[in-house]
């Protein structure tokens, strides 16, 4: 079964040479800016909203929407969220090596609707090869004068500014984004009032989206509103990266229109599990996701709505998939050992709890578990995420602290016999 | 401002080729200041790692005190501290790579090497940590050498490309020429092949590293 391309079209159909110019351009390329150079702010923005797209970053706010709240002092700025580091993510890095034209349109069109003349893609530092493909784009694009002063031979400037992390996932946190950006530590701002589309870079309106989504607005302008939303499933308009990884036959990048179910990403796309083993769980959306498991799960339809009803979420587009020989201790403990990682520690239940987490899984793991230590572990998930609701409640400045007690609230979910076994029989039982 | 003295009237401690790579980074952002990042790392690939001096460079440059910057060093990963080797070998062991063997991979780059993750050997030569997930996921379990990449490597090819470091002492890590050598599953087809790469245990973007494309 084959399922209709729009952002990886390109990069599959010319695989040698997708990421220059030449191509882009021969292939329809930066045709969308210019009919957008043609446009008010007005227009783009309720052709967006219309569109339904929604953000790709992971927090799935319609872009449209984001857009209409920019507060009307000038300048704006717009910031391009290529920090890609939940576990389990890589389709950015994708995009931005394989059809940095893409973005580059994506971004002519965002930030002229917001009336941004200075755009800053911010790339994680682990992705040095990206970023060189993205400067040699942007060098072509200033070239022949797609990007600079007076962009397609009109009057309106366009600066664009490569910017390279230096390895924190928090900075993918947008607020945290723009401090890091503004040159200090990269911590999440406390909102309100800091919400960027009112406060942000500089303390000016700013607009921060994610590479897959900007890499989405060359082609609602080509095809329309319409036939846009058609490849979509009701609400959930448009295509849909996932990252695959973990013990599928072929994990991979895959662009797929919602509404499949898991079983036929798993099974059919990704090829099922390796080695003759059995599914046992996956991540849905991320490291921060809560898990879903075959029996529960498995005929669910992959749409925001329905996930997010089962309690968990698409997130970044992760799918991480986990055999029967997978330990879930471990597989906990490493999940939660990223987030103790990653704590910018502004909050005390984020930067104590997840190293506290992370402790007393390594404790059961190593076969000294306690029979308190399930109670500790959902104690201090309450700590951090109040009632252990999802979505969370938000007490800590950002989300990352609550995403750390996802794990936890799955293992205890479905996994609890596992648990007690590690610690009744001194180890994993596996 | 004269070639010899920096923003902040003070001597420069580097060359003038480095000083005209500054006013240029710092010429792409509307304030100075956000010019911190990528002054760190051109610090960096002057000294091979972050010293003290490199930092009050910095300093000077974006008119900050060096506790400033160093605050904002301390922030994040790659702004090696301490002295780094030439080759900073960074094994993930995140939950896509521990599923498939990452583990394994960083074990057999510890012993190959005699290098502790964290550590660093005697001369200076080879670095091993281990990382949070870095974007391979689809070709774990995988490394990067000096951030550049490969994906789907064995226990067996990690041992082969600490030896070939060592053997062959590369001046620029390429991540195809790597990825030919010692890896296997890729994320995605990478298609296009680059020239040059990394020089050193920073990012080899911009005025950094060699990476230019064939
Ligand atoms: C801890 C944390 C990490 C995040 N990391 C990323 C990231 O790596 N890339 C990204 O695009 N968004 C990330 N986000 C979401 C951003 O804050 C923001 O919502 C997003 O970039 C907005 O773009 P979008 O609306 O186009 O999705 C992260 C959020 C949190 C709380
Ligand atoms: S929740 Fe954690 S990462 Fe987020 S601001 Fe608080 S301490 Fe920092
Ligand atoms: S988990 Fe290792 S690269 Fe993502």
Redesign the pocket.
Known sequence: MTYPLLITKRMTEHPSDSHTIERYERTGGYGAARKAMGMTRDQLVESVKESGLI?????G?S?GM?WSFMAPNRPSYLVI?G????PGTFKDRQLLERDPHQMLEGIIIAAVANEAHHAFIYIRGEYPKPARRVQQAVDAAYAKGYLGSGIFGTDYDLEVTVHLGGGA??C???TALINSLEGLRGEPRLKPPYFPAAKGLYMQPTI????E?VSNLPHILDMGVDAYKALGHDADTGTFMFSVSGHVMKPGNYELPHGLTWRELIYDVAGGIRDGRELKMWIPGGASAPWFVPDDHLDLEITKDATGKALSMLG?GAVVVMDDSTCVIRAAERLVRFFAHESCGQCTPCREGTTWLEMILRRIESGQGRDIDVDLLLDVSDNISIGLGWPPKMTTI???GP?AVSPIISISKYFKDEVMAHIHGGGCPL | MSPQTNPAGTTSRWSEATQQRAREIIARYPQKRSAVMPLLYLAMSENGWLTEEGMAEVADWVGITPAQVQSVASFYTMYKRERTGTYLISCCTSISCMLLGGDDILHAVEDESGVPHGETDADGEISVEHAECIGACGGAPAVQVNYELIEGLTPEKARELVRWLRSDKPEVVNPDDMQDRFGGQRSFDWAIREEGGATGPYPAFGPFGTGRES
Do not use: H, M, Q, W
């Open positions: 953000g790709r970053g992971g927090a706010f872009a984001k969220n920090d890609e580091s939940e996932y928090i993918g946190e947008e921060v989206n994610n590479v989504t970044s950002c989300p990352l995403s």
